[in-house]
């Protein structure tokens, strides 16, 4: 529970508690449990309309926050996930494979941060090494040889900054997915679902289409390695996230990604089938679009998507 969710739980307990309190039957409480859920409801559109970003950034990082695999088994179909990188190793920080989506096969990538200490410690909580990001770039080249169309999912703090990773080539691996990718020749649909954090979210995010969630976000660093930077302390990440513009709708705006994909009030992880259901419908429609596109037409799109990013002046 977040800091400023407990008014919404204190509000959800006391529901809970009457409910159980009349489920014997012998007293009647349904109009009062009714009355407190409307209230619990107004309160979350209350909150949840008038979010920071900073709040918005821990809703980004919810422990419950539905990850890669909860959307692959919720959208696809028949998915078989690929390991390694045919170089040094395998790395569960990313998952990868071949899947079907409404009868077209398509290639699959995304972080994956892990569920409980044991799992967390073995997806190295959402950080790929340079073999993830090699091993996504081998489902990616493969993808491309029979013609499937690639969609990834971004949720990660960023690459991994230790010193085993950068040994292995940490910067040239996230470079090289950058150039590889921007000259594929099937559709990349690219989805941000929770964390959006510097070169390892850019890793698997060159893209012909890119999409976020309400709550999710994008930036080149986090606030806390912002605010370290700036103003020597962590403490001031609330006054980073707000100036770096990390959200959907300021990203939007900026002319920076395609599509907001709306969230439940409450974020994601109240409601997971319906926000299963409209990232399906956003790869539906994209998918309709970029599926019938000449390659030579998509390549030249792309690369110009990504001139357009920004600009400066002399």
């Known amino acids: 529970m977040l800091e400023f969710e407990k008014p919404i739980k204190n509000l959800e307990d006391k529901i809970e508690e009457l409910r159980t309190i009349g489920s014997d039957g012998q007293v009647n409480i349904i109009e009062e449990i009714n009355v407190l859920q409307k209230k619990c409801n107004i309160l979350i559109k209350d909150i949840y309309s008038n979010l920071t970003p900073w709040q918005i950034t821990q809703i980004a990082r919810h422990p419950d926050r539905p990850y890669t695999m909860d959307y692959i088994n919720l959208i696809f179909k028949n998915f078989h996930e690929l390991h390694g990188d045919r170089t040094y190793a395998d ?37 790929a090494k340079p073999e993830g990001f090699r091993k996504a770039l081998r489902v990616m080249k493969l993808a491309e040889r029979f013609n499937m169309p690639i969609i990834t999912f971004i949720d990660t703090p960023g690459a991994y900054p230790g010193i085993d990773a950068e040994e292995r ?68 990440a609330n006054l980073a996230a707000e100036a770096m513009c990390i959200t959907a709708d300021n990203l ?23 926000v ?11 998918l309709s679009i970029y599926n019938n596109m000449d390659s030579r037409i998509l390549i030249k799109n792309r690369k110009n998507k990504l001139d357009s990013v920004g600009y400066f002046q002399e």
Not at 216 to 234: F, M, Q, T
Not at 256 to 273: K, M
Request: hydrophobic share 40%; with cysteine; net charge negative.
């Open 91 to 127: 790395d569960n920080a990313i998952v990868s494979g071949i899947s079907q989506f409404q009868g077209i096969s398509v290639a699959v990538i995304g972080h994956q941060k892990g569920r409980g200490t044991n799992d967390k410690i073995k997806r190295n909580f959402g950080m």
């Open 169 to 236: 080539g940490q910067s040239e691996a996230i470079a090289n997915n950058l150039l590889e990718m921007s000259n594929l020749s099937v559709p990349i649909l690219s989805y941000v679902i929770g964390e959006g954090g510097s070169g390892g979210a850019l890793a698997i995010g060159v893209c012909d289409h890119l999409a976020m969630l309400d709550y999710s976000i994008y930036s080149v660093i986090s606030p806390e390695g912002c605010a370290s930077i700036l103003w020597k302390s962590p403490e001031n």
């Open 252 to 274: 939007i705006k900026l002319k920076l990604i395609d599509e907001v994909v709306h969230e439940p009030l409450g974020g994601a992880h109240r409601n997971i089938s319906q």
């Open 276 to 286: 299963s259901k409209d990232i399906s419908s956003s790869i539906a429609k994209n």
